[in-house]
């Protein structure tokens, strides 16, 4: 089945605490990105790729950090937590980056800084 | 200047009856996909429909299609006869082809629909 896979999909953690939160695909997606959902905010990109070692900075990048060294992987790593940090993180992927590529989510991961 | 705009935050529809969720959208780029994702209170992203700005006809997918009005810069999702599993979060989005953000989807507010048995 064609997918996007997030782990773990509940975390509660505490301040300072470095975690990360795998997500992979398996469409042989070129590009992947990370998004956060906050009530009243909406979702916002915090990184995105558009292919292997290619990794840039989207509307939110402050305190993340992400690495794609395989096609399928683009894990989300939070060197310290903080509570403002605390959301729902969603992973996505598309064929490419074109205008008419439909962006398919992950199940999302819910986190809590504490 | 919000880019996608969303103006009912919540609507009721009765089970079996059409309803009308309304999206607004802002680009100078002549070249952009508009997608609707459905988001249930378990928490996924469901990608629902797609329409490319240079799509003639409006796009249907099952039971949902778009109202797509270039010339007002808007893209209504209509849902016919509403079913109960209906009753989720609806968000319009955007992907522009130049945006020099990596072509990211741009969403709007969301607007919260509740189907009534």
């Known amino acids: 089945e064609a997918q996007v896979t997030q782990n773990p999909r509940y975390l509660?953690?505490?301040?300072?605490?470095?975690?990360?939160?795998?997500?992979?695909?398996?469409?042989?997606?070129?590009?992947?990105?990370?998004?956060?959902?906050?009530?009243?905010?909406?979702?916002?990109?915090?990184?995105?790729?558009?292919?292997?070692?290619?990794?840039?900075?989207?509307?939110?990048?402050?305190?993340?950090?992400?690495?794609?060294?395989?096609?399928?992987?683009?894990?989300?790593?939070?060197?310290?937590?903080?509570?403002?940090?605390?959301s729902l993180y969603f992973c996505a992927s598309s064929p490419t980056s074109s205008r008419a590529d439909t962006q398919y989510f992950g199940p999302g991961t819910r986190l809590t800084v504490l | 200047a919000q880019k996608i705009t969303q103006t009912q935050p919540g609507m009721f529809v009765q089970e079996k009856e059409a309803v009308t969720l309304d999206c607004t959208y802002d680009t100078s780029d002549?070249?952009?996909?508009?997608?609707?994702?459905?988001?249930?209170?378990?928490g996924e992203m469901i990608f629902l429909i797609y329409q490319g700005s240079y799509d003639q006809q409006n796009a249907t997918e099952g039971r949902?299609?778009?109202?797509?009005?270039?010339?007002?810069?808007?893209?209504?999702?209509?849902?016919?006869?509403?079913?109960?599993?209906?009753?989720?979060?609806?968000?319009?989005?955007?992907?522009?082809?130049?945006?020099?953000?990596?072509?990211?989807?741009?969403?709007?507010?969301?607007?919260r629909l509740m189907v009534k048995p």
């Not at chain 2, 002549?30 to 609707?36: D, E, K, M, Q």
């Open chain 1, 12 to 86: 509660i953690t505490v301040t300072g605490k470095k975690l990360t939160v795998t997500c992979s695909q398996n469409m042989n997606h070129e590009y992947m990105s990370w998004y956060r959902q906050d009530p009243g905010l909406g979702l916002r990109q915090i990184y995105y790729s558009m292919n292997v070692e290619v990794t840039d900075k989207g509307d939110v990048p402050e305190g993340y950090k992400v690495s794609r060294k395989e096609k399928r992987n683009f894990p989300l790593i939070l060197e310290s937590p903080s509570p403002n940090q605390t």
């Open chain 2, 30 to 42: 002549p070249s952009y996909g508009l997608f609707w994702y459905k988001q249930p209170s378990s």
């Open chain 2, 64 to 111: 949902y299609s778009l109202n797509f009005q270039k010339a007002r810069k808007s893209a209504n999702l209509v849902i016919s006869a509403s079913q109960l599993g209906d009753s989720a979060m609806y968000f319009c989005a955007m992907r522009e082809a130049d945006n020099n953000a990596g072509n990211m989807l741009t969403f709007g507010g969301g607007t």
